[in-house]
C-alpha cells in the first residue's frame, strides 16, 4: 500500500517529505482496509441491505452488526480522507501541480476505472440473476451503475485536484515541515475542538438538505450527508501536514476523543430517535462531527503508541491493501454465496465471512499485484 491506503494512492510516501517513513500510518491503513472489510461483511447479514449480496437477518444478533457499521460510519472514512490529506502536500511539493494532478488521475482514476468496468460486473451478476433476470444484463449493469466502494476514490481524487489548482492559482512558496517536539496540549485542545465545532455546525445545515440515509445515483456517493466531514477531514490533514501534528500531538488527546465519543453518545443518541426530522438531523451532524474526529484520534493515538515498527508480514499487508480495497467486493460475494447453506445466526457468519476474506483479499491483491502493470498503479 505505499500511499494513501496506498489506499489512496495519493502520497507517493507514507512520510512527510525528509522524515522517516511513518510505519505506524501504514499500520492506520492496514487496520482500516480490514474494517472495510468487517463494514460490509457486516451489511451482507445485518439489517442495512446496501451491499452487492444480502441474506436477510432471522435472529437478533444482526442488530449487533448494525451498531458495527453505524460506528464504522461515523468515523472510519473520515479517518482514512485525514490521513490520505496529510501526504498530499510533500507529494504536491515534489511534483509541482499538473505532475500531482496527473498522477492522481492515474492512480486514483485507474483503479477507480478498473473497478467499474472488471470489479462491479462480477460483483453484480448474482443480484441481477436472483432478482432482474428478466432484463439483459448490460441494461442492468448500464442502469445501475455506480463506482461502489470506490467512491472514496473518486471523491479524494475531486479533493487532490481541487487542492493541486489551489496551489497552482497560489503559486505559494514551498513551506518544509516545522517542529519536532510535542505540541502544546493547550493548543492541540484547542484546534480539535475547533475543527468539531466546524464540522458539527457544517453537519447539521448540510444535513438538513442532505439527510442521513440519502444516496446520489451515478456519482454512487452512499453517505453524502457525510460529506462536510470528508472534506474537513482531508483538509485537516493538508493543513496538519506542514506541522507534523500526527506525529507531535500529545496522547493525552486520546483520552480528549473518546471522552467527547461518549458524552455525545449519551446525549445525542437519544435525540437522534426523535421523531422530530430537524432534531434528529441537527444532533446527528453533531454526533457524527464528533465521534468522527474524536475517535479517529483514539485510533491513532494508539497506533502511534503501540505499533510504530514494521515487519515482514506488515510490510506485505501494506503493499497489498490498496489492491484489497478495489477488489474485495468480488471476494466477500464468492465467499457469501459459498456460506449460504452455513445455517447460524447471523453475527456467526458474519465472524465466518471476515475470517476467510482478509487471506483471501491479501492472497488474491498480492497474485494480481505480480502483473507489473497493475502493480505500477495499485
Known amino acids: 500500500m505505499n500511499t494513501e491506503i496506498r489506499a489512496a494512492a ?93 498522477d492522481r488521475l492515474i492512480r486514483l482514476g485507474l483503479p477507480l476505472l478498473a473497478f467499474v468496468i472488471l470489479v462491479r460486473p462480477l460483483a453484480t451478476l448474482w443480484s ?33 485536484l481541487i487542492y493541486a489548482g489551489y496551489r497552482a492559482l497560489t503559486s505559494r512558496a514551498v513551506r518544509k515541515p516545522e517542529g519536532d517536539g510535542k505540541l502544546r496540549w493547550i493548543v492541540a485542545a484547542g484546534t480539535v475542538v475547533g475543527l ?60 480528549v476523543g473518546a471522552g467527547l465519543a461518549v458524552l455525545a453518545a449519551i446525549f445525542l443518541g437519544p435525540v437522534l430517535m426523535s421523531a422530530d426530522p430537524v432534531a434528529s438531523s441537527i444532533a446527528g451532524g453533531v454526533a457524527m462531527a464528533v465521534l468522527g474526529v474524536g475517535l479517529s484520534l483514539v485510533v ?10 514494521t515487519g515482514p508480514i506488515r510490510q506485505f499487508l501494506s503493499a ?9 467486493p468480488v471476494v466477500l460475494v464468492a465467499l457469501a454465496l459459498l456460506l449460504q447453506g ?18 483471501a483479499c491479501w492472497l488474491l491483491a498480492a497474485l494480481l499485484r505480480r502483473i507489473p502493470a497493475v502493480r505500477k498503479i495499485i
Open 196 to 255: 468539531i465545532v466546524i464540522m458539527g455546525i457544517l453537519m447539521a445545515v448540510w444535513r438538513q438538505f442532505v439527510p442521513d440515509g440519502t444516496y446520489w445515483p451515478i456519482v454512487g456517493l452512499p453517505t453524502p450527508s457525510f460529506l462536510p466531514q470528508y472534506a474537513l477531514m482531508f483538509a485537516a490533514g493538508v493543513l496538519a501536514a506542514r506541522r507534523r501534528w500526527l506525529e507531535r500531538m500529545p496522547g493525552s488527546l486520546a483520552f
Open 320 to 328: 497489498n491493501a490498496f489492491a484489497v480495497y478495489v477488489i474485495h
Open 10 to 102: 495519493a502520497a507517493d510516501t507514507a512520510r512527510p517529505s525528509g522524515r522517516p517513513r511513518l510505519h505506524w500510518i501504514d499500520t492506520v491503513r492496514i487496520a482500516l482496509t480490514i474494517l472495510v472489510l468487517a463494514h460490509h461483511c457486516a451489511v451482507t447479514y445485518g439489517n442495512i441491505p446496501v451491499w452487492f449480496y444480502n441474506e436477510p437477518p432471522h435472529d437478533p444478533s444482526a442488530s449487533a452488526l448494525d451498531i458495527l457499521v453505524v460506528i464504522n460510519q461515523s468515523y472510519f472514512m473520515g479517518l482514512f480522507f485525514l490521513i490520505s490529506g496529510y501526504f498530499v502536500p510533500a507529494s504536491l511539493d515534489r511534483k509541482g501541480p499538473a505532475a500531482f494532478a496527473r
Open 342 to 359: 452455513l445455517v447460524a445466526p447471523a453475527i456467526v457468519k458474519f465472524a465466518v465471512l471476515l475470517i476467510l476474506s482478509i487471506p
Open 128 to 160: 441481477w440473476r436472483t432478482n432482474h433476470a428478466d432484463v439483459p444484463y448490460p441494461l442492468y449493469y448500464v442502469t445501475s451503475i455506480d463506482p461502489g466502494p470506490t467512491w472514496f476514490l473518486e471523491v479524494l481524487l475531486v479533493f487532490s
Open 300 to 309: 491513532l493515538v494508539i497506533f502511534r503508541r503501540f505499533a510504530p515498527g
